[in-house]
């Protein structure tokens, strides 16, 4: 059932995003940005017409004619009073309470979906049930307090019958209906070529799938007699045994890239430590590559898979340099953005990359983002009077997997203005000390497949 609950929970998103309702106990005030609102149409109509109501074609239809109707004031519920929003959030402000409501969609979402797990195929008891009484807090007390009762089935299903899909289905898949709903594709390319009439577009449908069924039919008998044909070349043949029966997994790899010297990547902005870093002098060359590619580790346990770090001044027309968590020579877990790929040095063949070095701060109390799994970081620097971070040389065989990091917008909007903006960001020294980012725990980077058994 997680594929349609999963759906249920999307479709309170709208309802979210609205912010329509309201607690009907709580106080309702004027909101302070709010003004009044002057709209409207007024219809005259002749001394002793009728009032019944006028479409505007009946003989009166030119007394139309535009007016100003001054409206109620707009009210907004006063949450913030209400003793069930003091008991879940305190003191909090309301925006951060917002926020905290995301979080938990986000992370209810992803627990039904199995984003970031090892195993995706068997849940326990315990963890059904903690996540049904999860889905229960959120709707009933969470998304009620602050965006007013959700009165759909929708919500009543994920709050209230979630265990019970879980406890009786006995898979965690046999909800989704994506396979059922692309399979209505077909039926409808039938019914269009049909005359669409009746009880002969029926027999026309039956006769077009029996036909589809044949040929589909035909189609797999040919491709089984050509790869019959193919085998059959290797007969005979002494090296026949040489030809590898099985995939083998093995990651591209070309030293073709751009030769540039020490000295060259010395001038771009932040690298002037690159010579010392690496211990050559400004004439040695080395050999870049704009991305690299790597069988990740999930520190979750899932299965390893192939994935692409960037470090390219030009991706699709813009800028992309990548995230990854690597290891130290001491087995410590750091995260770095990575800035250059560098496949050879001074002549030899030598995979690394230079990364600028990130470290995890504290946050600020009651984080939703920090309580939902994502951590604070901030530029790494050797001391406060530094113009930039600290540069780190990690060899391809310490990288563990790509991260996605986005950036603290509070913090932003704090320091820059609401109208902040990562492209509008000055990019000076002072500003580079004063960045904060947040690693996002919500990105799927591992999910539960929908239809294991295909």
Known sequence: MTGRLWRHALAIMPHMIAGVGGPAEERLVRHVDAAPTRAGIR?????????????????????????????????????MSSDKYR???????????????????????????????????????????????????????????????????????????????LLSNGNLWEGDTSENEALHGPCKKM???TNKRGPTMVLQMMRAAEAQ???LREMRELTDEDDTGLL??????????????????????????????????EAMSGMAGVGELLGKAGECSLVLSSSFSFFCTFEWGAAAVVQTAHASESYMGKPRYDFIWYTTEGGQRELGYVRLVVRMLGGDVDDFVVVRRLQEVASIPHCALTRSGCKR??????????????????????????????????DLGDRRGLHAIPSNNPDTAAERHAQRFFTNSFYPFTSRAMNPSS
């Not at 059904?128 to 009762?149: K, N, T, W, Y």
């Not at 790899?253 to 010297?261: E, F, M, W």
């Not at 620097?381 to 113009?387: C, G, H, K, R, T």
């Open 43 to 79: 219809t005259q109509r002749p001394v002793g017409e009728s009032d019944e109501l006028d479409d505007g074609h009946g003989p009166g239809a030119d007394g139309l004619e535009a007016a100003d109707e001054v409206l109620p004031d707009p009210v907004v519920p006063d949450v």
């Open 87 to 165: 008991r879940l959030y305190g003191d909090l402000p309301l925006h951060r309470a917002v926020l905290d409501v995301f979080c938990r969609m986000a992370v209810l979402g992803g627990r039904l979906m199995g984003d970031n797990v090892a195993d995706t195929t068997h849940m326990s008891e315990r963890q059904m049930r903690s996540l049904a009484d999860e889905a229960q807090v959120f709707i009933i007390e969470h998304v009620d307090l602050l965006f007013g009762p959700v009165h759909t089935t929708k919500a009543h299903r994920l709050a209230n019958h979630l265990l019970a899909a």
């Open 191 to 193: 019914y269009l070529r």
């Open 213 to 215: 069924t044949e040929v």
């Open 232 to 265: 059959d070349l290797f007969e005979g043949d002494p090296d026949a045994e040489d030809v590898p029966t099985a995939p083998v997994q093995v990651l591209a790899r070309s030293h073709r890239g751009r030769r540039v010297t020490v000295a060259d990547v």
């Open 377 to 410: 970081v901030a530029w790494c620097f050797s001391s406060v009077d530094e113009d930039w971070p600290l540069l780190s040389r990690v060899p391809l065989s310490h990288v563990l997997r790509i991260e996605h990091v986005v950036p603290d917008f509070q």
